[in-house]
Nanobody
Framework: QVQLVESGGGLVQAGGSLRLSCEVAGRTSSINFMSWFRQAPGKEREFVARIGRFSGTTDYADSGKGRFIISRDNANNTLSLQMNSLKPEDTALYYC????????????????????WGQGTQVTVSS
């Protein structure tokens, strides 16, 4: 089993920055990709960014390209999301997710591609 705990959310003005963190515990060696998703009120959960746990390769949804940076620290079992130039439309509950090799299919941007989820951290961007 894998446990994920997000932190770092909060209230920020438009144009500001936040850094989200996700602590990963348990059978971390079984994970090969990790991602951030978000869910705004009344909307479906959507992919934000993905990183290969070993390769470090990244991918981003168009909404975050050029503004968000996903990173991982395998030594400390931490996943991060640096969010810059935040917009009111970035307001959502942000989730950390992890997958094992037997789950889903490339490009791993769907909820069903991930086995493990955190509880989420709220990000609110005021205009």
């Amino acid at each position: 089993q894998v446990q994920l705990v997000e932190s770092g959310g909060g209230l920020v003005q438009a144009g500001g920055s936040l850094r989200l963190s996700c602590e990963v515990a348990g059978r971390t060696s079984s994970i090969n990709f990790m991602s951030w998703f978000r869910q705004a009120p009344g909307k479906e959960r959507e992919f934000v960014a993905r990183i290969g746990r070993f390769s470090g390769t990244t991918d981003y949804a168009d909404s975050g390209k050029g503004r968000f940076i996903i990173s991982r620290d395998n030594a400390n079992n931490t996943l991060s999301l640096q969010m810059n130039s935040l917009k009111p439309e970035d307001t959502a509950l942000y989730y950390c997710a992890a997958r094992t090799p037997d789950r889903g299919s490339w490009p791993y941007t769907r909820e069903s591609d991930y086995n493990y989820w955190g509880q989420g951290t709220q990000v609110t961007v005021s205009s």
